[in-house]
């Protein structure tokens, strides 16, 4: 599974369902922790990829922004 593969090779940040429907619809949501220089797989609890995140910043403040999403809202 997808989600397996992205787990292997990248970070991964559980997020919430707010999160993965605010993701879902490209928007930006707040920033991982870890602050990674690579993409973070962001995955629902039930282990669902979402969406692929790099943190960023906008208008001065930190945000994690989708680089690729995967699931539809």
Do not use: C, F, H, M
Request: charged share 15%.
């Amino acid at each position: 599974p997808i989600a397996d593969a992205a787990a292997t090779y990248l970070p991964t940040r559980t997020i919430s369902d707010a999160d993965a429907r605010a993701l879902s619809y490209g928007q930006w949501i707040t920033p991982t922790v870890a602050a990674p220089t690579q993409p973070v797989a962001a995955l629902t609890p039930d282990g669902t990829l979402v969406a692929l995140l790099e943190n960023t910043r906008r208008g001065g403040q930190p945000y994690a922004k989708p680089v690729l999403v995967i699931a539809a809202a």
